[in-house]
């Protein structure tokens, strides 16, 4: 099966709301995670990354956290806006790139006014 | 400075043919993967090239192949097309100079192929 997985495939939030993207992988070897956004009609887009010697690291209005005990990521966006509208997907690599990136299904955040 | 080119962006093919994508990374950037997105398997990893050298591969079948060029441009081939191959392929490219220092990817915008 798939090592990486998100919880809800949908998120509703209302504009302006902060929101949470959970996603949860088993692999414990895996060692650096990466968030990305694809917006309908295009590639995937980097949002943010973290390795597994931290447990958090934020950037412009996004924070991933990193829970190594219960192998969960979880993606925090804050004041969403319109355009933050997209399917999210994390992703996964375990020792520095020899399989690749092992991504999620995604989530879809859907933006409500 | 320009980002992942890939063409062509929408190609229609039908059972048993073959298809030739193609992908520019970003300048300076020496290492192109490939994936396979499907409604039903999501992201899938394909197979890397750096310096012209297939460095990693996925569990793709051999009807899956690729190349890459001197100037860090690369193609994947896909013969004798299935229905299933139907997919947005994505290629991206990372300036990762190592095999055990994974940098962030920079995606196209894909080529999606339809097989009829």
């Known amino acids: 099966g798939e090592s990486v997985g998100l919880h809800l495939p949908t998120l509703s939030v209302q504009e302006g709301d902060n929101s949470i993207i959970n996603c949860a992988y088993s692999n414990s070897a895996s060692d650096y995670f990466i968030w990305y956004k694809q917006e309908s009609g295009k590639g995937p887009q980097f949002i943010i990354d973290i390795r597994s010697n931290m447990d958090k690291r934020q950037g412009q209005r996004v924070t991933v956290l990193l829970n190594k005990t219960v192998k969960h990521l979880s993606l925090q966006i804050a004041a969403t806006q319109p355009g933050d509208s997209a399917v999210y997907f994390c992703a996964e690599n375990v020792g520095g790139g020899a399989d690749g990136l092992t991504f999620g299904k995604g989530t879809h955040l859907i933006i409500q006014p | 400075k320009a980002g992942v080119t890939q063409t062509p962006r929408y190609l229609i093919k039908t059972r048993g043919q073959q298809v030739t994508l193609s992908c520019s990374p970003i300048s300076g950037h020496r290492s192109v993967s490939w994936y396979q997105q499907t409604p039903g398997q999501g992201l899938q990893f394909l197979f890397e090239?750096?310096?012209?050298?297939?460095?990693n591969k996925g569990n793709f079948p051999g009807r899956f192949s690729g190349r890459q060029f001197s100037n860090s441009r690369s193609e994947m081939n896909v013969s004798t097309l299935e229905l299933g191959d139907s997919a947005l392929y994505l290629c991206?490219?990372?300036?990762?100079?190592?095999?055990?220092?994974?940098?962030?990817?920079?995606f196209g915008e894909g080529s999606r192929l339809t097989v009829l």
């Open positions: 090239y750096f310096s012209e050298t297939q460095r």
């Open positions: 991206a490219s990372s300036s990762s100079t190592s095999g055990r220092k994974f940098g962030e990817l920079f």
